[in-house]
């Protein structure tokens, strides 16, 4: 397993939950919402989270239908992590299936005992936990990188 901070991003229509782990990529934990913003300013946010904690890789939620199929959803996660990892480069920026992450993450909620009118503001974050624990167990039994790698273009932008 390698040491590193990772930051794991859930990205959604209307918000994006952050997420980190620890230099050992034992513990994964919440770090904030941003505000998805059509002229890229959660872009800038992102960037500057991954400078701020120093990360050794992002990893940005890929949300698949349950046959594996992709949506608009699954596009817009795409670009999303192409836009990110044009501004952050070289750090690398990979996509991670995250299918039932937000089904895990209200349930977890619910099972600490948040009500469903609070979980708006804490359950993105939520779900990128789950999605970097899911990428760090996967790391750590096959011993390579979760996902798939985002490749940048020719002209620096992916």
Known sequence: MRPGVRLAFDVGKARIGVARCDQDAILAFPVETLRRDRYGADLDEAADLVAQHGALEVIVGLPRSMSGGSSSSTRDSRRWAQDLAGIIA?????LVDERLSTVSAHRGL??????????RSVVDQAAAVVILEQALAAERSTGAPAGERVHLSKRGRA
């Open 90 to 94: 070289p750090v690398p920026v990979r």
């Open 110 to 119: 619910h099972e600490a005992g948040l009500r469903e009118r609070s979980f």
